[in-house]
């Protein structure tokens, strides 16, 4: 505890002095952070995201990581070969490749950069695991909206006893409100875990839930250049409208779960399994590596976890 950086501990400092901060989470907050951790948010950037669930970074990756990163995502026949779409209410789809596994190809580099994983560390308050990476295409007028949901509500389903996870989105295209660029309701994730499921035709949280959530908390467009990064909480409610523009929407978004709270039961997801830091000058250095061919994909015809 004695050599942990201030900055990890500041968020912590301020909420214990801090009469008017936000309601709790309830999240088991220990500040565990590895002693490798470099801490590279400012204290009150934990904080900011303690308070609203999510945190922009803009220019997370610069330009020379960025092309890289966009080069892969077009060159990469195997995760353009394990795609999947998902359908919207209204028939529009949205296609997706899914992998658990970090390997050494740049996606796997970038998801285990510490520049994100050090920073999910601060914001988890501890070790975190790489749960899964997606590489997300919404494509030009035909790409799908994604209903209001929280991540946690569907990865509760998976074991995990506590909210003790996050995603960060990274842009690669310019995300705009007309090709479906990321909608958040600002400091949802207080509202703690709503009930997800079919409600109508739709898949997703409750939405009478929703409904009521939407009419009190701020609605936030995340609107981000490329290379900007967005790290929100596992309970933070999210949607996206669909690509009604010439312009595709490609991202990319890697999710973590704290080390300690490592699922009960097994799920399509991974339990723990330690996760192999890399420094950031890695992505330059292994360039545009695409995945190889033993890299898992997610197969959401023969997955039925
Ligand atoms: O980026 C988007 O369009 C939304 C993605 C999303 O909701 C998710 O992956 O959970």
Redesign the pocket.
Known sequence: MNNLPIAALAHRIVRLDDPTAPPRTGLPMRNDLPPDNTAPLRADQVVQFECDGYLVMEGLFDKEELELMLGAAKEDRLLHQHAFGRKDAEGRE?R?ALWNHPGDDLFGIVSRSRRIVDAMEQLLGGEVYHYHS?L?L?EPLVGG??EW?Q?YGYWYQNGCLFPLMA?C?IALDP?TRAN???QVLKGSHHMGRVEHGRFGDQTGADPERVQAARARMQHIYCEAAPGTGVFFHGNLL???DANTSPHP?W?L?C?YNAARNDPYKDSHHPRYTPLSKVPDSEIKKNGAALSRADKAFLDPVTDKS
Do not use: Q
Request: hydrophobic residues 40%.
């Open positions: 949205s997706l997606k997300m919404k909206a994604w949901h991540d995603s989105l995300a479906g660029c990321l999210h949607a996206s929407r991202s978004i999710c």
